[in-house]
């Protein structure tokens, strides 16, 4: 049984990236190169071929991100082959170095969650045996069954090295209408915020931060600092990147002042680099060569997109 720690692992992945940027992998058919779906007449034909096409963004970056982001609905949405192809992407990209951090956004009472760690965090115990199932990093959890909620979850997490990110302001313009609910006590996510912090404090590692992270959209910049405050020992998962608006100058916001805390995630604006990054002067000839070098561009692009604002901490002045 591994006894690493997530945000520990985390931390060296960045440093030996040099690069603090998740890349999402949401194989919508629509994202994929044509080229790919050629003769595909079946659902496992499309898993197949979205699962070819996160393999060559995840060979395209995994020298310059620290992660990845699977999102397990463009999987799912295949069904029984979309699940073998999340599989595989998830070995892929583990081979090849990267953390990955499942977006699954799981949230039920405790007996239910428990089957869900075993789904997402790899462990399924069969009489006297734990076989590994499907084994990532870390993943994306709701809050809004309550704390004992997430505590099986928690438990693999601990056992495993392993880690999760709690929804705590999500990206999406719709969000404020829940987690921006005044209480006399605060926004419901400040609530939610204060509710990471306490399942925190007690996991945290070597460099201080938790296995118990959170999502913070970077279209709430306003809210960063507040987040920031009342979760300091967290690391921010922070999606809104390209087709959702969000600045790479805000940024900054979400990060702490020893340049770590926050990782921006960004789905589209890397994985769709094939179409704006791909083919310079035809030097890719095939598409997989295109997917990969216009994942590594782009996401090269935005890695120095962000650097610039973060030079104020010691940590990335390189
Ligand atoms: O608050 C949230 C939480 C999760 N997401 C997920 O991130 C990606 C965003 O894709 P982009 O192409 O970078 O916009 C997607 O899988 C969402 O489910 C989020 O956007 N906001």
Not at 118 to 130: D, F, N, P
Not at 205 to 221: C, D, F, I
Not at 297 to 314: I, K, Y
Request: one cysteine or more; hydrophobic letters at 45%; proline letters at 7%.
């Amino acid at each position: 049984m591994s006894t690493d720690h997530f945000a520990d692992r985390l931390i060296a992945r960045i440093e030996q990236t040099r690069s603090l940027l998740v890349v999402g992998l949401d194989p919508e058919l629509g994202q994929l190169p044509p080229e790919l779906l050629d003769g595909v007449d079946d659902l496992a034909g499309a898993a197949a071929a979205a699962a070819r096409f996160c393999r060559a963004v995840i060979d395209g970056v995994a020298d310059v991100a620290p992660a990845v982001k699977p999102q397990s609905a463009f999987f799912e949405a295949f069904g029984a082959a979309g699940l073998h192809a999340l599989e595989e992407v998830t070995a892929h990209a583990r081979a090849a170095g990267l953390l990955v951090i499942e977006d699954a956004k799981r949230g039920d009472i405790g007996s239910t969650m428990a089957a869900y760690a075993a789904a997402a965090l790899g462990r399924m115990r069969i009489g006297e045996r734990e076989l590994p199932v499907h084994d990532s990093d870390a993943v994306t959890l709701s809050p809004y069954l309550g704390p004992e909620s997430l505590a099986p979850m928690l438990g693999v997490a601990d056992a495993h090295g392993k880690g999760v990110f709690v929804l705590v302001r999500t990206s999406n313009p719709g969000s404020a209408r829940v987690q921006g609910l005044q209480t006399p006590d605060g926004a419901v996510f400040e609530h939610v915020a204060r509710m990471v912090a306490e399942l925190g404090e007690p996991r945290r590692g070597e460099h201080g931060y938790a296995n118990v992270g959170a999502v913070a959209g970077l279209t709430y910049p306003d809210d960063a600092r507040v987040l920031r405050a009342l979760m300091p020992h967290a690391f921010l998962l922070v999606p809104g990147l390209g087709p959702q608006g969000g600045a790479p100058e805000d940024f900054p916001l979400f990060v702490n002042a020893d340049g770590l805390g926050a990782v921006p995630a960004a789905s589209r604006a890397v994985a769709g680099g094939w179409r704006s990054h791909g083919d310079a002067g035809g030097a890719f000839p095939t598409v997989d060569g295109r997917v990969r070098a216009g994942a590594n561009a782009a996401a090269r692009e935005l890695t120095a997109s962000l650097r610039g604002p973060l030079a104020r901490a010691d940590r990335w002045r390189w």
